[in-house]
């Protein structure tokens, strides 16, 4: 397979600068903004693939060194470092693949920006997918403003492209499930999400600068003295704690705290190995229709691992999803992809440690400005 980067002002111009050199049959393989020292070449690097033609036989790479022959059991230790290294190379080349299949897939969609009636829809649909938008939904979305039949005029067309986004997803940053106190506030989610600090920052916002009672209660039977993160920021802001292992327990302290008016429950960091030990939990909080589950994700993470990471905790039927760490990323078009693919609000951002400074309620205008890099006209929330 032939790859080749091209360097242009937005991925449609490089994609078709590919097509010319390499044929239609170009493959889109990864489009990105150019590093710095590239930056001169164009503000966008393509890299595009010429897969040989049918019949003409796979090409192959040279047999690794370590796979030419086996070694003697009196390597020793050489032997290990030689395994060490094909696990290595093994694992580079899993990720390889799954980069290639996700790159196919993108240029399926790329392919159609050069059927698109107009530069600035390419515009459009080049944003979206440098933003790392599922180039399914970007796909769509360029159709819809296609069909719309706008003016033409830039100002135009990106009203109507907020307009389209906008339509697409919803924001809840209502605390509870209903009106009734005390307010039940679950968060779920995986392993280093900032759970714990996104709990205290909700009770900085909504407890104690309401000068509302609040309690904290932290659920963790996998750890060995995980609650002792919560405790302190419990005893930092005068707010109850209390730390259980089971859910007969926390059924339990639902009802002794019912006079409270927030009660935010703390869970486990579950990986992909964890879902039996979190059935029971997840029933529990499923079974309540009077609590507020929130799945806390970070939104640096890739989108097919955001994907197979929300499928993963939809067993605790969360309501809305909670974004954390924006600071560490500069591509938020998996956070609103994951909001239209699931149907479920976005409650909270999070952008950094500091309490409770760092955390605010999502907004329509927030998510699309990220997702368009700055470049969208002000949206409603």
Not at 201 to 230: C, M, N, W
Not at 238 to 267: M, N, P, S, Y
Not at 275 to 280: E, K
Request: charged share 20%.
């Amino acid at each position: 397979m032939r790859l080749k980067s091209y360097f242009a002002a937005n991925v449609a111009s490089a994609l078709s600068m590919a097509r010319q050199e390499l044929g239609p049959e170009a493959m889109l393989i990864q489009s990105r903004k150019s590093p710095p020292e590239a930056r001169h070449l164009g503000e966008f690097e393509v890299v595009a693939a010429l897969a040989p033609a049918p019949g003409a036989g796979p090409e192959r790479d040279p047999v690794p060194a370590v796979l030419e022959a086996p070694p003697s059991p009196a390597c020793g230790g050489n032997h290990a470092s030689q395994l060490g290294r094909l696990s290595t190379e093994v694992t580079e080349l899993r990720r390889e693949v799954q980069r290639m299949a996700l790159a196919v897939a993108r240029s399926s969609f790329a392919a159609s920006t050069g059927s698109l009636p107009s530069a600035e829809l390419a515009a459009v649909f080049s944003t979206l997918i440098s933003s790392e938008v599922d180039p399914e939904l970007a796909h769509d979305i360029v159709s819809n403003l296609r069909a719309s039949g706008f003016s033409g005029e830039r100002g135009h067309l990106q009203q109507a492209l907020v307009a389209e986004l906008e339509s697409r997803f919803q924001i809840d940053t209502q605390l509870g499930a209903g009106t009734e106190k005390p307010r039940l506030v679950a968060l779920v989610g995986p392993p280093g999400s900032g759970k714990t600090a996104t709990l205290a920052k909700l009770a900085v916002l909504h407890g104690l600068t309401a000068r509302r009672p609040a309690q904290f209660i932290a659920v963790d039977s996998l750890r060995v003295a995980a609650a002792e993160q919560l405790r302190s920021y419990a005893a930092i802001l005068a707010v109850g704690f209390q730390a259980l292992e089971t859910t007969w327990a926390l059924e339990q302290a639902l009802q002794e705290h019912r006079h409270k008016d927030l009660i935010l429950i703390d869970t486990p960091g579950y990986g992909p190995r964890d879902l039996d030990a979190a059935a029971d939990l997840a029933r529990f909080l499923s079974s309540r229709s009077d609590l507020d589950t929130h799945l806390v994700l970070t939104a640096s993470t890739k989108s097919a691992d955001l994907s197979r990471v929300v499928d993963r905790f939809e067993i605790f039927r969360p309501r809305k999803l909670l974004f954390t760490k924006l600071d560490e990323t500069e591509s938020f078009g998996p956070v609103l992809s994951q909001a239209i693919r699931t149907g479920k609000p976005i409650s909270y951002l999070a952008n950094g440690q500091q309490i409770p400074e760092d955390l605010e309620p999502a907004t329509k205008s927030r998510i699309i400005d990220l997702v368009l890099g700055g470049k969208s006209a002000a949206a409603s929330s």
